[in-house]
C-alpha cells in the first residue's frame, strides 16, 4: 500500500473514537465561529449594538442567561446517558452509523449561523450554489452525461420522488393522447404506457408551448392513474417503499414483490417470468425499483442483468423505468471511479485499490457480480443516494439523480422557469422537487465532504474501503467463532459473503435443531447486545438484529437454514430466522493490527453475555 | 411593562445583530463540546486510542488536515460573500427569517456530534424522547385533548402529511363497506364519505381485530381515490398545496381555490357556496384547508367560522376534514395561552401582554377576528407548525399535529404496534410519518427552545409580541412615508392592517395612474434591495416582493388597487400588482429608541435607490 504524504489520511478526517482530534475540531471549530462572528460585527459598523453593556448587567438577562445552561445542562446529561456510542472503533457492530466526517460537522456547524434556507436561492445564495454543485457531483458518480440531484431530508423522501418522477413520466403519453395527439398519432395505450422515458423526454421537448398543458393532463391532475400498471421492487423491499406507493396514490395493491435468490439479490430470471405475465394480461409495469445495498442484507441486486432485461423486453414492446435505491450503498461507486471519472477495469481494479491505498491488503474484495451492478446503475432513470449514510455526513442529508435533467420538467410547478441569470440554479428550487424549505447547512455539510474526499478511488473510495475491509474481517472472524458455555457449543455463522460492508451472522447452539431456540438464543444475544438490557455506554458489545419471515421473505433463507442443520419441515414450522445484524462503518477495523485487538474484546464480551443468557435459561428452567 | 428580574429576557438569547453574545455562545459551545469529548475519552477506558500520536505527526495527516482547513477555508469565503444578514437588528425586511435562538443553535451543535436518528428509538433513545416531548407540547399548544404530534422535515412535507391524513381517513368508511359491511350498515355512499374523523376513529377502534384489513382496503390500496371528492384551499394557496394534491393521487383537478376577501382572508360565505354546490351535486369535500399566516401576506383565514360552517353543514350531513395551514403563524399561538395552558378571555388579552411584556406598549395589537381564529385551531383535525419560522430554530425543523393520537395508526405500517416499553414512544417512529431517518439533533434543537421558552404568553408569547410589535412600528412607519426625487412624489402605501407579523406595501409616484408603470417601480426598489444589484452585505436596506395576479388572486387586491387611485379598467388590463413584503421577524424592533434609529437609515436609504432608479430612468428615456 502507497503512504505518499499527498495521499488522504482518513484518520485526520473524523474526531476520533477517544477524541484523539478533538482538539483540531476545537481550534477550528472556534475559528469559524469568531468568523462569523466578525461578519455581524462588521456588517454596517455605523449601527450600534442594540444589546447594551447595560442590559447585559441586568438580573432579568442574567437569569435566563443560567435559565439556558440549566436547559442545555439537562439535554447534555439525557445526551450522555442515552445515546448510542457510535464513534467506538470496534464495540459497536449495528446500524448503519458511525462517527461523521469532522469538516462535514464543521461546515454544518458553520453554515448553521446564517440559517440560509436552500428552496430559494434568494434566501440562501451561498449554499443554494453548493446544492448545485453537489447534485452535478452524484450526478457525475452515476456517470450520468446529462443528469442532475439534489439533496433530500432522507431517502424514504428520495424514494418517494423516484416514484413521483415514473408516475408523472408515465402517464405523459397519455396526457399527450388528449392535449396533443398528433404526437402520438398511431400508438396504442399499450404502446403508449410503454414508451421509454427518452422518447417521452424528446416528444415534450419537441413541443415546448405545449409543456404545460400536457403537464395538466398528466398524472399530476388525478387523471389515469390506475392504468399506469405495477411497481415491482424486490423481496427485501424496505417498508419506505410501500408508504411511497401509498403517499403516491398507485396504491399498495400495485405493489410486486420479486423474488430474491439465496444472496438476497433480486432474482432477475423471476423479474422477467413477473414482467411477462404481466405484459400478457397488458398490466403495464410502472417501473422497477434495484436496492444497492439492501437494508437488512447489504445485498446489491443485480442491476446490470435488470437493464440488459430492460433491453431484451425493449424488443417485444415493453419498457419500465428503473430506479435504484441506492441511499445505502450509493457512495460505494466511488470505489470504481478513477481520478478522471472512467469506470476502473475490473481486471486493474485489484491492483489501483492496493495502490491507492484502498485496502490494506492486496486482495480480491469486490465481486465481479456487485462491480457489474454498479457500473449499470448508468443505465436507470434515477437513483437515491444517502450522504447521512455511507457519506459519513451528520443527519438529515439524503439524495436523488435523475439520469436526464429534462425530468425535472415533468413535476416542476410554474408555467415560467426562472433560473438565476448565468447559471443554470433554479431561482426556486423548491418548484423542482418535495420538499419546500431545507437547511443551507446541509449542503455545506455535504459539500464539505465532497472536496475534501473527492468522489473517486483516490478519496471517498477510501473510505469505502476501510468500511469494507473492516467487514470482511469482522466476516472471516465470525466464521471461525465458537464458544463453550457448561457442556453447550455455540457455533457462530455469517449469512452470506458481504456484497458490500454488512455482515449477518447468527449464534448457534450445536446439535439443537429447534429453530424457535434458535431465534431465541439471538433475540437473547441482541437483548444483552442493546440498549434493552440498560446501558448503552458500558456495554462492550452492540449490535442489531432482523427476521428473515417467509411472508417478506419466501424460502430465500431456506439454504442458510438447511446449512445451519434444520429441516425444511422446521422451517415451514417456525417461519422465520432472526438473524444478528452488523452494518461495518467504522473506518478503523481496516487494519489487522486494531481490528485483532478488539476481536479478542469481543470473544470476551460474547462469552460473557452467552453465559448469562444460559444462566438464566437454567433459571427458567428451574422454576 | 414589568421589568422583573424572573422574567426572560429575549436579548440574552440570541448571539445579537453586532454579536453581542458571541463570547457566551462560544463559552457554552465549547463546554457542551468539551463534554462530548471526554464522553468519547472516558468511554472503554481500557480501550487505547487509535489514532497515534506517531500517525498525527505523519505527512498524509498534516496534509489532510491542510486540505480539511482548505475546504472550510473556501466555504467561509462563499458564506461571508453570499449570505443573507438576517441578523441584522433592522436591515432586513424580507422573507420569513431572522437570526435563531442561541439554545437552539447550541443544543442542535451539540446533540450533531452523536448523530443520533429519530427514525428509531433504538438510533437515539435522548432525542427520540425529546421529540416525543415535543410533540406533546405542539398538542398541548393547539388545546388538544388527546392530540399528538412531531418533527417534519419542513412545512410543504408537513401539509402533505395533513393531506395523507384526510386521503386516508376519508376513505376508510368505503373501506370498512367492503371488510366489515356491518359496521356501516344502512350508509349511503354518500353517508359514508361524510362521516365526521371522530365517527370513523371511533368505529375502527371497535373492531381491533380488524384495523389491518380495513386499513389495507383504504385509499392506501390505491382504490376509491377519485371518489373522495375535492380538496379547497384558499386563492392565496402557496405552491405546496398543488404539490401536495400531485404527488398524493387525488391531483391538481381537484383543488379548488376558495376566494379570499380584500384582507386576503378565506371568504367563509364563498367556502359555503362552493361547499353546498359540490353537495348539491354530490360530489364529496376531502377537506379543507386554513391558512394562519398565509406566505405573501401573513393573513389569518377565520378558522373559527370554518369551525362554524361546519357545524352548520353537520346538520346537512356534509363534512369535511380542516386541516390549518399555521406552518407560519403556529407559534402565534402562544401569546393566548396562559401559564396554565387556558386561552386568555379576549378582554384581559390587552392587560395581560402588557403585564408580562409581551408588548412594550399598552396598545391593542390584537384583533379580535384574529384572536377567535386562533383560538378555533383546536376544532381542526391537524396543524402543520414550523418551528422553523415562528420557532426561531434553524433550519430544517418543520411540525405536524394531530387533534386525536389515534390517527396515527390510519397512516401507520406494520400490523404489530410496538412500543417502548413503559412509554407511548414509537420504537419505530419512520412507521408512524412520512420521512424515514431524521436527525435527532432537530429534536434536540426544538426541545431546548420550548424549554426556555415556554409555549405560553410568558415564554414564545413574549417573542411573538416583539415580532408583532415591530410590524406594527414597521406598518406606521410607512404608512407616512414619502420620498421628493427630482420633481416626483412617492409615496408608500401598506397593503393592510398586519393580522400577525407581515407587512406587504407599494411604493406609487403620485399622480402616475399607470399600474404597470408602478408595478415597474416596486420592481426596482425590489432589484435595489436584494441580490440582484450585487453586494447583500453592503446594501442598506434588503426586503423581498411578490405579485398579486388575477389567476390566483382574483379581485382581492382590487380594493387595494382602486384606493391608490387605479382605476377598475387599469386593473383588468394590467392584471397584477407587484408588492413588496416583509416579514417582520427581528426581534429588536419592538422598541420604540430601536425602531427610530433604524427609521431614520432605512428613509436615507429608500432616498438613495428610488434617485438611482429615477435617474437610470432618464437614461433610458434619453436613448
Redesign the interface.
Known sequence: MS???????????F????????Q???A???E??D???????N??PQ?????TPE??S????????N???D??S???S??????????????YWG?M?S??L??S?????????????N??Y??????S??EEEVGHEFAHLMSYKNGWGHIV?????AN?EGL?YAR?IKSLPLAMKEVTPELVSGKSEWELLNMSTKEIMDLLESVPDKIDDIK?AS?????N??KLGKWLVPQTKH??W??A??????????VIPVPVDHNYRLDVNELEKIVRQLAAEQTPILGVVGVVGSTEEGAIDPIDKMAALRDVLAKDGIYFYLHVDAAYGGYGRAIFLDENNDFIPFENLKDVHFEKGVFTENKNYILEEVYNAYRAIEEAESVTI?P?KMGYV???A?GIVIQDIRMRDV?S??ATYVFEKGADIPALL??YI?????????A?SV??AH??LPLNVAGYGKLMGASIEGSHRFFNFLNNLSFKVGDKEIEVHPLTYPDFNMVDYVFKEKGNDDLEAMNKLNHDVYDYS??VKGS??GN?FLT?HTDFAIPDYGDSPLQFVNQLGFSDAEWRRVEKITVLRASVMTP?MNKAE?FE??AE?IKVALQEKLEKIYAEKLVHSAH
Do not use: C
Open positions: 503512504e505518499q504524504g499527498n495521499d488522504l489520511n482518513l484518520n485526520a478526517l474526531i476520533g473514537d477517544k477524541a484523539e482530534n478533538g483540531i475540531y476545537k477550528l471549530l472556534n469559524l465561529v468568523e462569523h462572528l466578525g461578519w455581524r460585527q456588517y454596517m449601527d450600534m449594538p442594540i444589546i442590559e447585559k441586568s438580573e432579568s438577562f442574567k437569569n435566563t442567561v435559565k439556558m445552561e436547559v442545555l439537562e439535554i447534555s439525557r445526551m450522555r446517558s442515552h445515546s448510542v456510542p457510535w464513534h467506538t472503533a470496534g464495540r446500524h452509523n462517527e461523521t469532522m469538516p460537522l464543521l461546515a454544518y456547524n458553520f453554515a448553521m449561523l446564517w440559517n440560509g434556507n428552496v430559494a434568494e434566501s440562501s445564495p451561498a449554499t450554489q453548493m431530508a432522507d431517502g424514504s423522501l418517494l413521483w408523472n395538466a398524472a399530476r391532475s388525478g387523471k392513474l390506475a417498508y419506505s410501500l408508504k406507493a401509498d403517499i403516491i396514490g398507485i396504491g399498495l395493491d400495485q444517502d447521512h451528520p443527519y438529515s439524503g413535476i410547478y410554474f423548491g418548484a418535495l420538499e419546500g424549505s431545507k437547511a443551507g447547512a446541509t455545506a459539500w464539505a472536496h475534501v442493546s440498549y448503552i455506554y462492550e442489531s478503523y486494531n485487538e478488539y474484546k
